[in-house]
Each structure stands twice: as structure tokens, then as C-alpha cells.
């Protein structure tokens, strides 16, 4: 699986992409420390996942599920508020990671997450057949 990685805190993407790396979990194809950049991204890198934090404005991830439906996103975030994270899962989020990064949380996360990517794509493909 293809990951790019969305927080305005270079540290973050740092941890992000030893953990994914470290764990053999997939390849980054990209960062990027804004939505704005991240959107004309997308476009070329063609990811399959989407880590992005939460405080990356909400319509990016709403832009992003229209423009490529068949993006899946992971939000990470150390806000708490409970009326925010609704928010995020109503604009198309998979998961929610809370910060501080937890290697172990990321790694479940992203298996669970690969998992169902996978299995809705074996489901497609047998539709198509």
C-alpha cells in the first residue's frame, strides 16, 4: 500500500514514516506540511491511504473523497473534542490516531485499514467479473 502523510509538524511525518517503514507496512510516496499542497499531490503520487492531521482543514478531506473516491483516510490529531472527531468521521475519515504517536496503535490501525481496503477491492474486482 501507498501512504502519504498530511501534519504541519515535520517531527510527526518523521515518526509516521519510520513506523511505516520500520514495520514493513508500506512505501511512502508522499508528504507535505499543508492541505493546499497535499490536494495537488494527490493527483500524481496516487496514494492509497491518507494520514492526515486533524487540524488540516476539514473540506480537504470532503475535496479529496469527491476528487478520489477510492482514497482512505486515517486522521491523527491531540485534539479530544468529541464534536471535532465526529466532524472528521463525518467528512470520510476511516480511523482516528490520537497524539502522541503510539507505534503500536499506528501499526493496528493501519493493518485494520489495509485490511478492509483490501477486501473491498477483492469485492469490487469479483463484482466486476
Known amino acids: 500500500m501507498k501512504f502519504y502523510?498530511?501534519?504541519?509538524?515535520?517531527?510527526?511525518i518523521n515518526i509516521l514514516k519510520l513506523i511505516i517503514q520500520n514495520r514493513n507496512l508500506g512505501e511512502i510516496c508522499g508528504?507535505?506540511?499543508n492541505a493546499e499542497d497535499a490536494m495537488?499531490?494527490?493527483?500524481?503520487?496516487?496514494?492509497d491511504i491518507v494520514i492526515v492531521d486533524?487540524?488540516?482543514?476539514?473540506?480537504?478531506?470532503?475535496?479529496?473523497?469527491k476528487l478520489y473516491p477510492e482514497l482512505v483516510f486515517i486522521m491523527l490529531s491531540q485534539v479530544a473534542a468529541k464534536d471535532m472527531i465526529s466532524s472528521a468521521?463525518?467528512?470520510?475519515?476511516e480511523f482516528f490516531i490520537q497524539k502522541p504517536i503510539n507505534s503500536?496503535?499506528?501499526?493496528?490501525?493501519?493493518?485494520?485499514?489495509?485490511?478492509?481496503?483490501?477486501?473491498?477491492?477483492?469485492l469490487t474486482e469479483m463484482q466486476s467479473l
Open 5 to 12: 502523510l498530511i501534519d504541519d509538524d515535520q517531527n510527526i
Open 31 to 33: 508528504t507535505s506540511l
Open 40 to 47: 495537488d499531490d494527490l493527483k500524481y503520487v496516487q496514494p
Open 54 to 65: 486533524l487540524l488540516m482543514p476539514v473540506t480537504f478531506v470532503k475535496q479529496a473523497s
Open 89 to 93: 468521521y463525518e467528512s470520510g475519515i
Open 104 to 122: 503500536i496503535e499506528v501499526e493496528n490501525v493501519i493493518k485494520k485499514v489495509v485490511k478492509n481496503l483490501t477486501m473491498q477491492r477483492t
